[in-house]
T-cell receptor, first 116, second 113 residues
Framework: GAVVSQHPSWVICKSGTSVKIECRSL??????MFWYRQFPKQSLMLMAT?????????EQGVEKDKFLINHASLTLSTLTVTSAHPEDSSFYIC????????????FGPGTRLTVT | AQSVTQLDSQVPVFEEAPVELRCNYS??????LFWYVQYPNQGLQLLLK??????LVKGINGFEAEFNKSQTSFHLRKPSVHISDTAEYFC???????????FGKGTKLTVNP
């Protein structure tokens, strides 16, 4: 149980375009999901906390207008990178807490974004 | 300030040897502690967690960790590693007063034949 999926697993887009990444909890409902960014050979950096039915909470330094988060249902959160630039190229990972667990986050497989 | 510190960025070890990956946490992190493993181009998989109770925690794949409050440490150990254990390992803790995970910088474990 507690499976989190992401789609797509990798995406290449041109500079200036927008790209949407989906995060789904497959076998549980998640009122909260988390979005992380990971640069090569580095740790995970929390970008934002996605809350179902309300606005996301962004970490300091993360541009909310550039990284749009929508938690449309209890099983789906989306991250849209708007007007992408090469510096946005990174590995994006989402996670969620299954009900009944204590702070235990289950992670998606990640999405590799390359902006050309 | 770094709340979770992984002291070794890389740990090479021979197959079937024991290994310890070190992790220390600061007071800004609660004592809910986790170890995750990440294989190349994949997400993170939970190895084990400490929430309360016994300070020796056993996880998947033969790993275990010991919570030591006096030394503010949560080191990960395995008595005999396999080639397949080669991966990046992250220690993490819950930031005090929130649900947010704070990660260490990771330790790259390389198991050589």
């Amino acid at each position: 149980g507690a499976v989190v999926s992401q789609h797509p697993s990798w995406v290449i887009c041109k500079s200036g375009t927008s790209v949407k990444i989906e995060c789904r909890s497959l076998d549980f409902q998640a009122t909260t999901m988390f979005w992380y960014r990971q640069f090569p050979k580095q740790s995970l950096m929390l970008m934002a906390t996605s809350n179902e039915g309300s606005k996301a909470t962004y970490e300091q330094g993360v541009e909310k207008d550039k990284f749009l988060i929508n938690h449309a249902s209890l099983t789906l959160s989306t991250l849209t990178v708007t007007s992408a630039h090469p510096e946005d190229s990174s590995f994006y990972i989402c996670s969620a807490n299954p009900p009944g667990t204590t702070y235990e986050q289950y992670f998606g497989p990640g999405t590799r974004l390359t902006v050309t | 300030a770094q709340s979770v510190t992984q002291l070794d960025s890389q740990v090479p070890v021979f197959e079937e040897a024991p290994v310890e990956l070190r992790c220390n946490y600061s007071s800004s992190v609660s004592v809910y502690l986790f170890w995750y493993v990440q294989y190349p181009n994949q997400g993170l998989q939970l190895l084990l967690k400490y929430l309360s109770g016994s300070t020796l925690v056993k996880g998947i794949n033969g790993f275990e960790a010991e919570f030591n409050k006096s030394q503010t440490s949560f080191h990960l150990r395995k008595p005999s590693v396999h080639i397949s254990d080669t991966a990046e390992y992250f220690c993490a803790g819950i930031q005090g007063g929130s649900e947010k995970l704070v990660f260490g910088k990771g330790t790259k474990l390389t198991v050589n034949p």
